[in-house]
């Protein structure tokens, strides 16, 4: 067997969560492998919405296995809300739910650090989510972290003090900076004796035990492509690597042994923080699409920017993926544009090229549209892709063709009901 993947292709909120929920069924084992608890991803069913940061997103169907990889990174204190929230639904995580023990754990110095490092950056701020992100994976690669397996160890304390010690230096040069630790530290102790009581395993040779009798999994991506520490649009991106090589790393799941891969994309594209957006719409279209599209984050509720597609941004996520199949996203909140624009190239100091550039960041990139026809009707009561509106099947259509990959599943509304196969 082999592991697919499902994961974003532009700068995250695709609507990975809402995916991985209606796919479920066909797997024994979800895993998230990488992020925190800056994701947030929504799934809509019978009515209640949810927002999972750290816990992956098959958790409400029974039979199947959830597991946090060891390429996640993990707050108890936002772990323990996100458990508290699932109570009422009366899962069995104990069972339901398994830990990497290889996992980071973030602590509060980590977000502290995250907070003084934005705030000593002013203008050219990340627009982190503050979470902590940053600086737990900095532990981890400069080999100072603490993971999972080191809450059952005795000298846990010993190896948190050594380390909160550090980042108290390091924040002694944040001239201005003010907290209370002790205020942070007591929920997350108390977060951490409730991580002692779930179940913490080896998670690599778990999923590759899995793998071998005949498992079917699938690898949870949190963020999106343009958000990858390598690929993305650096310096304005994340800590890990949000793309299909980092199942590899976030899971232990071999090269060989990856499956579909599943590219999730809306059928226009926002983000959330500071950083390039080469299709931004700073004008009244962009802010109908974030009216339409509720575009504000799951995570921070910061207002999305909003812009169209961009081809040339599609087609390098779907290249450093490997994409074999798409999920469009959102069709329904453009149900009410005579037309619809997508990027087919940029020019870039006058020359047209048609790859994601590595001078985003500093230059004065300008994309060109192509204009297609909207669809202009509700999208939201469809049954099925066959008798949705020709100006969508054209816009389909015209996708698949340039995206050279094809569009199995088309999503007109939040819940898990709104979901169109098309299948080829
Ligand atoms: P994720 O981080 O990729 O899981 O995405 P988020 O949950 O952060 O953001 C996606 C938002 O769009 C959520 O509020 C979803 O409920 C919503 N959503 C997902 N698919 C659709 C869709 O096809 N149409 C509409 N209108 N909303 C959707
Ligand atoms: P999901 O999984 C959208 C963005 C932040 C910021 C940058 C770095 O829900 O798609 P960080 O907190 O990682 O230091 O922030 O990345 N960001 C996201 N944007 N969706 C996410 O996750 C994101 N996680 C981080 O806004 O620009
Ligand atoms: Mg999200």
């Known amino acids: 067997m082999k592991v697919d993947v499902l994961l974003g292709l532009q700068w995250g909120d695709e609507g990975k969560g809402k995916i991985v ?20 991803h929504t799934l809509e069913f019978e009515g209640i919405k949810h927002v999972l940061h750290t816990i992956p997103s098959g958790i409400f169907r029974e039979n199947v296995i959830n597991i946090v990889g060891n390429g996640v990174v993990i707050d108890p204190v936002i772990f323990q809300k996100e458990l508290e929230k699932l109570e009422p639904f009366n899962i069995n995580v104990k069972d339901r739910l398994l830990i990497s023990k290889k996992a980071h754990l973030i602590l509060p110095t980590h977000r502290l650090l995250d907070a003084a490092s934005e705030a000593a950056k002013g203008k050219n701020k990340i627009g982190s989510t503050l979470k902590g992100i940053g600086p737990t994976y900095m532990d981890k690669t400069g080999r100072n972290g603490l993971r999972v397996g080191d809450i059952y160890t005795a000298n846990f304390q010993e190896k948190y003090n050594a380390l909160v010690e550090k980042h108290v230096g390091i924040l002694k040069h944040h001239e201005n900076f003010e907290y209370n630790l ?29 793998l071998k009798n005949g498992k079917k999994i699938l690898a949870e991506g949190a963020q999106g492509t343009m958000l990858d520490i390598d690929f993305g649009t650096y ?56 009216a339409l599209g509720h575009e504000f984050g799951a995570t921070t509720g910061r207002p999305r920017r909003c812009g169209w597609l961009d081809i040339p941004q599609m087609k390098y996520a779907i290249m450093i993926n490997g994409v074999t199949e798409l999920s469009m996203m959102k069709s ?93």
Not at 364 to 383: H, K, R, S
Request: with cysteine.
């Open 182 to 210: 002790e205020e942070l530290e007591k929920p997350w102790m108390e977060g951490i004796n409730v991580l002692r009581q779930l179940t913490a395993i080896d998670s690599e040779q778990y999923i590759n035990d899995a």
């Open 235 to 290: 310096p304005f991106v994340t800590s890990s690597n949000t793309v299909t090589a980092g199942t590899c790393t976030g899971l232990g799941v071999a090269p060989t042994k990856i499956g579909n891969v599943i590219g999730i994309f809306k059928a226009y594209c926002t983000r959330v923080g500071s950083g390039p957006f080469p299709t931004e719409l700073n004008d009244e279209t962009g802010e109908r699409i974030r």
């Open 21 to 40: 929920d209606v796919l479920t069924p066909r797997y024994d084992i979800i895993a998230r492998f990488q992020g925190g608890p800056n994701a947030g």
């Open 332 to 424: 329904d909140v453009l149900g009410s544009f005579e037309k619809i624009k997508v990027c087919t190239h940029y020019l870039l100091n006058g020359e047209k090229i048609e790859h994601f550039p590595y001078d985003v960041v500093d230059s004065n990139l300008i994309p060109v549209f192509e204009e297609l026809e909207g669809w202009n009707c509700d999208l939201t009561q469809l049954n099925n892709y066959s008798e949705s509106p020709k100006a969508l099947q054209n816009y389909v259509n015209y996708l698949e063709q340039k995206l050279e990959v094809p569009i199995t599943v088309v999503s007109v509304g939040p819940d898990r009901k709104q979901t169109l196969d098309n299948k080829h």
